[in-house]
């Protein structure tokens, strides 16, 4: 495992303003980086993320000044304890708690489970496919997919319905038995555990864990900040920032759209929806924390995108791209890009469909739901079979999102700032059109 380092204070790009970022300490850095690596390698699934609750439950545990509650979906919410100053603003970094896994159905044989799988993974990957199955005693179970179920059933709500999920049997290594699995029970592709190879985060589930542990990471650097200012009076307009994180995304948004309907949120509330979105060549790995537009489905609250950008700009130093008229090395050391990564579809949509105004900043991903080699394979142009492999996401753009996210806990603007730039260029030179 690499040793992380914070970097070097930015330099102000001739073009730019001068860049406001607060480097985190070696130490802040270290434990934010451990408790990524420990969350990405928690086995979860749509519907089973009782392991990532339990990890988040003995975080908070250490955190008497943070409570933690429950919607009827299960949710989590979590914010400081006490009353926040009057007109503060409410502020949520959201994180889904499941990624693409297994699901214990059904116990056909001592040797054989019928799994389901509750996501998005194209079907080629799944041929012979190597699993692991946890126990309720936390005991890995070896197993190989053998086949897919044809018309899979399920109970539901007490009967048997159609499965709305892929089915598969899976036979146990030798030497291995069902006596102690149970339905229910997750198994997740047999994976190594994270760690970090040359500034790259390798693990089995970045999407959405590494998210999660950096919204973790902002809010305690937040919390530890309004502590050190508890001997100042809270002042009116600050911002009261909160956690929510849900369930089920693989499978459809269950979660998010659970805590709409159940109002978990308060109506004025602003979303920051937290993702890891696949990396494509104008969206690189290593580039940065991405301010995300938009996803496949809709376009994201236009003031809230626009707040976080101006945050990131401030951050930085600059913008995320250079004009025509300026150089490449004009861009700042502090990298983060805006973009609409339309390769997936993201909870702020939901989020927004529900009247909040809501946006989405993303980590770009590699291997996106442990799919390698994805972009031949939809091409049909691979020249190995399909194989699942770690999730990988860069460290830089890990510190850049937990630098980020703490920006906008500090200060996120409700003002439009393109109205003060279309302002000044009509003040500038309206008279070329003779006005």
Not at 76 to 96: D, I
Not at 332 to 350: D, I, T
Not at 383 to 393: A, H
């Amino acid at each position: 495992m690499s040793t992380p380092t914070s970097p070097t204070t930015p330099t102000t790009p001739s073009t730019s303003r001068t860049p406001t970022l607060t480097i985190r300490s070696p130490e802040q850095r270290a434990e934010h980086l451990r408790w990524l690596l420990d969350v990405t390698s928690i086995p979860t699934a749509a519907g089973r993320e009782d392991r990532v609750i339990a990890w988040i439950h003995r975080w908070l545990a250490e955190r008497p000044h943070l409570e933690l509650t429950t919607d009827p979906a299960g949710n989590l919410h979590v914010r400081s304890r006490g009353t926040a100053a009057e007109g503060a603003q409410v502020l949520y970094f959201t994180a889904h708690l499941d990624h693409p896994a297994f699901v214990v159905e059904r116990i056909v044989s001592p040797e054989v489970v019928e799994l389901s799988f509750r996501g998005g993974v194209m079907e080629d990957y799944f041929k012979d496919g190597a699993v692991s199955i946890l126990n309720g005693a936390d005991t890995r179970l070896a197993a190989r997919i053998t086949e897919k179920v044809q018309d899979p059933m399920i109970s539901a709500h007490g009967m048997m319905r159609g499965s709305p999920f892929g089915h598969y049997l899976a036979e146990l290594a030798a030497g291995r038995t069902t006596e102690t699995l149970a339905v229910g029970d997750v198994g997740s592709w047999d994976l190594p555990r994270a760690e970090v190879i040359d500034g790259i985060v390798h693990t089995p589930a970045c999407d959405d864990l590494a998210a999660l542990a950096a919204a973790i990471s902002a809010f305690d650097v937040l919390m530890e900040e309004k502590r050190d200012a508890q001997s100042d009076k809270a002042q009116t307009g600050e911002m009261d920032v909160r956690l929510l994180f849900t369930r089920a995304e693989e499978i459809g948004f269950i979660g998010a759209i659970a805590a709409c309907r159940h109002k978990t949120m308060p109506a004025g509330a602003r979303v920051i929806a937290l993702e890891n979105s696949r990396s494509f060549a104008d969206s690189p790995i290593g580039g940065g924390p991405i301010v995300r537009v938009g996803d496949r489905i809709s376009i994201f609250s236009p003031s809230l995108t626009d707040a976080i950008a101006k945050r990131a700009e401030e951050i930085a130093g600059g913008p995320a791209s250079v004009r025509a008229s300026e150089k490449l090395s004009d861009l700042p050391k502090w990298k983060w890009q805006r973009k609409l990564m339309a390769g997936g579809a993201c909870e702020a949509s939901v989020f927004c469909d529900a009247g909040y105004e809501a946006t989405c900043v993303c980590l770009p991903l590699g291997n996106y739901h442990n799919m390698a080699d994805l972009d031949a394979v939809q091409a049909r142009t691979n020249t190995r079979p399909p194989r699942i492999e770690r999730e990988y996401i860069a460290l830089s753009d890990y510190e850049g999102l937990v630098d980020l996210l703490v920006a906008c806990g500090q200060k996120l603007s409700r003002i439009n700032s393109v109205r003060p730039l279309v302002e000044k260029l009509w003040g500038d030179k309206r008279f070329v059109v003779g006005a």
